[in-house]
C-alpha cells in the first residue's frame, strides 16, 4: 500500500533552517508529484510547492520563493523541504503529500516544526 | 497571485444538507479538489477534479461546478462530518493554492 514516512518533530532557534523527509513506499517513486502542505496552529492549510519526482522540476508558492527548497533522492524514493530563515511564524505541521488524477490522495503523517529561542 | 474565497462557517442540523461555495478570482478555473481536516488528523480528499468522489468517500458528498465558483455538498449530515474543509486548485502555471477553509458545525 502506498505510504509516505515523515521525519519526526524539530525544535528550531529563529533564523535557523529545518528540512524535513518524506519517504515514500508502494508505488512508484518517479511517477509521482509529491506536494509539501503545511498548518500553523489554528490557521489554514497553505501550499508551499511541489516537485515532480521523475525530472526534479519545482514550482513554489510566491509567499515562500527564494526560502523554501524541495528535492528529491531517487535511490531513496525520499523527498525533502527545507525552509530557511526560520520565524516564530513559521512554526507549524509540515506535510508532504502524493499528487495523482485524483488529487493529493495520499498523506505524510505531518512534522510538527517548532520555532522558538 | 491566485486566491479561493470560502465561507468561514457552515452550521447545519443532522440529516440536513450543507453547501460549501468556492471562489475563485479569475477565468479560466482548473478543476478543483476538496480536502477534509478533522483536528489531530491528516487531511482527506473527499472530492477531485470538480465532482469526482474517491474511493471510500461516502455518496452523501457531491460536488458541483457554476461558472467559477464550486459547490462542496454533503447531504444527510453525520456528527461525524463535522471537520474543516478546504478547496484547492491551481492557476494556469501550476501553482497550487487553497481555499480559505470553512469550518462546518453540526447542531
Known amino acids: 500500500q502506498v505510504q509516505l514516512v515523515q521525519s519526526g518533530a524539530e525544535v528550531k532557534k529563529p533564523g535557523a533552517s529545518v528540512k524535513v523527509s518524506c519517504k515514500a513506499s508502494?508505488?512508484?517513486?518517479?511517477?509521482?508529484?509529491i506536494h509539501w502542505v503545511r498548518q500553523a496552529p489554528g490557521q489554514g492549510l497553505e501550499w508551499m510547492g511541489w516537485i515532480l519526482a521523475g525530472n526534479g522540476n519545482t514550482k513554489y508558492s510566491q509567499k515562500f520563493q527564494g526560502r523554501v527548497s524541495i528535492t528529491r533522492d531517487t535511490s531513496a524514493s525520499t523527498t525533502y523541504m527545507e525552509l530557511n530563515s526560520l520565524t516564530s511564524e513559521d512554526t507549524a505541521l509540515y506535510y508532504c503529500?502524493?499528487?495523482?488524477?485524483?488529487?493529493?490522495?495520499?498523506w505524510g503523517q505531518g512534522t510538527l516544526v517548532t520555532v522558538s529561542s | 497571485s491566485y486566491e479561493l474565497t470560502q465561507p468561514p462557517s457552515v452550521s447545519v442540523s443532522p440529516g440536513q444538507t450543507a453547501r460549501i461555495t468556492c471562489s475563485a478570482e479569475t477565468l479560466p478555473k482548473q478543476y478543483v479538489y476538496w480536502y477534509q481536516v478533522r483536528p489531530g488528523q491528516a487531511p482527506v480528499l473527499v472530492i477531485y477534479k470538480d465532482n469526482e468522489r474517491p474511493s471510500g468517500i461516502p455518496e452523501r458528498f457531491s460536488g458541483s461546478t457554476s461558472g467559477t465558483t464550486v459547490t462542496l455538498t454533503i447531504s444527510g449530515v453525520q456528527a461525524e462530518d463535522e471537520a474543516d474543509y478546504y478547496c484547492h486548485s491551481t492557476d494556469s502555471s501550476g501553482i497550487f493554492v487553497f481555499g480559505t477553509g470553512t469550518a462546518v458545525t453540526v447542531l
Open positions: 503529500a502524493r499528487f495523482g488524477v485524483p488529487g493529493l490522495e495520499y
Open positions: 508502494g508505488y512508484t517513486f518517479i511517477s509521482y508529484a
